[in-house]
T-cell receptor, first 117, second 111 residues
Framework: KAGVTQTPRYLIKTRGQQVTLSCSPI?????VSWYQQTPGQGLQFLFE???????NKGNFPGRFSGRQFSNSRSEMNVSTLELGDSALYLC????????????????FGPGTRLTVL | SQKIEQNSEALNIQEGKTATLTCNYT??????LQWYRQDPGRGPVFLLL?????KEKRKERLKVTFDTTLKQSLFHITASQPADSATYLC??????????FGTGTSLTVIP
């Protein structure tokens, strides 16, 4: 089975621009979560989509948004980029199902490294 | 809000010894806790899950304990090897599938 893929792997943008990141989950996985990882804050939860609906949301401003398509692929958008948005953005997919999967294991992609200048 | 702390940012141990990593949390009652391993430039990889009603879980050289009274999980790697060097993350979740991660502990196993 192919793993979680994320595109692009690296991205450089300037302040004020917007960016769209893409994530393709493992085949059969309906849950896709997005995380922001920075050295100071660690892995912070952005949001989770399940069957095209946002099911959970973290404490990020409205500039961060996402969506999920019928094939479970997901996109994340950040508008009006700020320097502090520079981070590794990770996508993770899982079978869940609220608490249904035996391990509720999340499978992470390699991430998109976003640099805002 | 919930807070998750992992012991010392970095831990160095000698090959063959047991590494013990700590995850403490406050203001949260997780349904389960997971441990992940992350290598540089890669996404985290799932290692173990332990539920709130379980005290201990083992998988090969790995052992996890979970004390909901102390609000603490311990992660042990026995007979550590240089290949175990990585950053280890704990993650707490409720049945709603929303995860909260600690900042991680960087483990270096010295040959």
């Amino acid at each position: 089975k192919a793993g979680v893929t994320q595109t692009p792997r690296y991205l450089i943008k300037t302040r004020g621009q917007q960016v769209t990141l893409s994530c393709s989950p493992i085949s059969g996985h309906r849950s896709v979560s997005w995380y922001q990882q920075t050295p100071g804050q660690g892995l912070q939860f952005l949001f989770e989509y399940f069957s095209e609906t946002q099911r959970n949301k973290g404490n990020f401003p409205g500039r961060f948004s996402g969506r999920q398509f019928s094939n479970s692929r997901s996109e994340m958008n950040v508008s009006t980029l700020e320097l502090g948005d520079s981070a590794l953005y990770l996508c993770a997919s899982s079978l869940a199902g609220r608490g249904l999967a035996p391990n509720n294991e999340q499978f992470f992609g390699p991430g998109t490294r976003l640099t805002v200048l | 809000s919930q807070k998750i702390e992992q012991n010392s940012e970095a831990l160095n141990i000698q090959e063959g010894k047991t590494a013990t990593l700590t995850c403490n949390y406050t203001n949260y009652s997780p349904a389960y806790l997971q441990w992940y391993r992350q290598d540089p430039g890669r996404g985290p990889v799932f290692l173990l899950l332990i539920r709130e009603n379980e005290k201990e879980k083992r998988k090969e050289r790995l052992k996890v304990t979970f004390d909901t009274t102390l609000k603490q999980s311990l992660f042990h790697i026995t007979a550590s090897q240089p290949a175990d060097s990585a950053t280890y993350l704990c993650a707490l979740a409720n049945t709603g599938n929303q995860f909260y991660f600690g900042t991680g502990t960087s483990l270096t196993v010295i040959p």
